[in-house]
């Protein structure tokens, strides 16, 4: 009897769900022809068990994408009622320095004219409003942003995700034919969209968009470009994720596993790495040659300033450190195989994919039914230091600093210029592996594989065959 595979792919030992885009929606979706789902489930029958609702949710990531896909391009046609509006504001205040108020006026009543002729085309009101608002002086939404983002000094991720939420709001607004000016967003427009255009997001994605918004009109309030907040009061409450499980530090049979399972010998070097120094995956990615002197991590590249600190190195890690340096020079990355994300100077996205991937294959997963991702990740690696740190007893401040987190109070947070290298190499030796892990070699895992020549025909007299040794990492 023949299986029942439509929609399922067996990849890597475990099923995944399977939709095909349609043609006339992979351009929202990046070009992809396929959509794929892990079912977190190595037995056929309990992936036809879990097909429908799978299916279900890539087809509704369809449907989001191409939501996305609209109010980016509803964002650039709302670009361009407030460019004109600016560009008559300009004419205005040129006018009125060189004292030609006639000339003023005439402009004045020339966007005025442009506002009624806007007025009855689609979306009228929003382009026509936001253009004459604009021109008479009122500040459009997205005017100021970028001297925002500069001013808070945030990192590119960060920034894109602030521009993201006046991005979205601005589209919304196109959407409602609202001008896409600050003065038009009122505490009860405000309620509107967090109620419409942040329906269905989960809950912690639409707080950081409400957060962007909140602090943007803080800062525009703060020049006297906004009379009020109306974002104030509008977050999600904490009790709409009740039901989910916090994600957690691996257990030690999980470590033990991870280490046991077959990794390549540089997935080996990070994991035991993250596992005996606490840092974070990028901060690992990040650190060059010149920044492991001294038996010390120097960590210069970090998500907050308490990151940027200095880590003593694990014992254990001596091999894998002096196999990693060697030939390179004081500039180069201790982790060679790091991409980089080209905007953001993330180094280690691509690398996290290939763990989650291996961690899967591993069978080291937990999804929660109230969550959307695994309650492991890489992260894991973070808290099972912490975790470990914690049980030999050492002071919260020193393992805080030791893995980067702000230490609180105001003696020892603001007044203590922090602890010494000595006690933090304290915290960092007291962290062991399980038993029977052996984390290097002291050389990378080679296999030599014997040399095989397959001649298509007999060579010519005097002609010299090569053949090429093949070696596998």
């Not at 004419?91 to 108020?101: K, Q, V």
């Not at 009624?116 to 997205?142: D, K, L, S």
């Not at 974002?231 to 009740?242: L, P, Q, T």
Request: glycine share 8%; with cysteine.
């Amino acid at each position: 009897m023949a299986r029942d595979l439509t929609n399922l792919e067996l990849r890597h030992g475990t099923w995944f769900a399977r939709v095909t885009v349609p043609t006339k929606h992979r351009h929202a979706m990046g070009g992809k022809q396929k959509l794929f789902l892990s079912l977190k489930t190595r037995s056929l029958r309990e992936a036809k068990e879990e097909r429908a609702s799978a299916i279900v949710a890539l087809q509704a990531k369809i449907k989001e994408c191409l939501g996305q896909s609209a109010a980016s391009k509803s964002f650039a046609f709302g670009l361009k009622p407030l460019q004109m509006g600016q560009e008559f504001r300009k004419r205005i205040e040129r006018a009125e320095s060189e004292g030609s108020y006639a000339m003023a006026a005439a402009i004045s009543i020339e966007a005025m004219d442009r506002e009624v002729e806007f007025g009855a085309g689609p979306n009228g009101r929003f382009v026509g409003q936001t253009m004459w608002t604009v021109a008479t002086g009122g500040i459009a939404i997205n005017e100021h942003l970028e001297r925002w983002l500069s001013e808070m000094s945030f990192k590119e991720r960060t920034k894109a995700d602030r521009r993201m939420s006046v991005r979205e709001l601005l589209a919304w607004l196109v959407g409602r034919n609202i001008a896409g000016v600050v003065a038009a967003v009122d505490s009860k427009i405000a309620g509107d969209f967090r109620l419409q255009a942040l329906e269905g997001m989960h809950p912690r994605t639409a707080n950081k968009r409400l957060e962007a918004l909140r602090a943007y009109w803080r800062w525009l309030a703060s020049l006297g470009y906004a009379p009020d907040n109306p974002w104030i009061g509008k977050s999600i409450s904490k009790r709409a994720v009740k039901d989910e499980a916090p994600e957690r530090p691996f257990s030690d049979e999980e470590v033990s596993r991870l280490f046991a399972g077959g990794p390549t010998w540089q997935m080996r070097d990070v994991m035991a790495i993250a596992a005996l120094s606490g840092a974070r995956l990028d901060e690992i990615f990040q650190l060059k040659v010149v920044d492991c002197a001294d038996q010390v991590f120097d960590v210069r590249t970090a998500k907050t300033h308490a990151g940027i600190r200095r880590v003593p190195i694990h014992p254990a890690l001596t091999n894998i450190l002096s196999r990693r340096i060697e030939g390179k020079s004081q500039g180069d990355y201790l982790l060679e195989e790091g991409t980089d994300s080209g905007w953001d100077g993330n180094r280690s996205m691509a690398f996290s994919k290939r763990f989650a991937t291996y961690r899967r294959a591993s069978g080291v997963d937990e999804v929660h039914k109230g969550n959307a991702r695994s309650r492991v990740n890489f992260h894991s690696w973070r808290r099972w230091f912490i975790t470990k740190a914690d049980q030999q007893g050492h002071r919260r401040e020193d393992i805080e600093r030791t893995v980067g987190h702000k230490v609180q109070g105001m003696s020892l947070g603001l007044y203590s210029s922090g602890a010494s290298i000595e006690q933090l190499r304290a915290v960092v030796e007291s962290v062991k592996l399980p038993i029977g892990i052996v984390v290097d070699d002291e050389a990378r895992p080679v296999i030599v594989v014997k040399p095989k020549v397959f001649l298509r025909r007999k060579p010519l007299a005097g002609q010299k065959v090569r053949l090429v040794q093949k070696h596998k990492a």
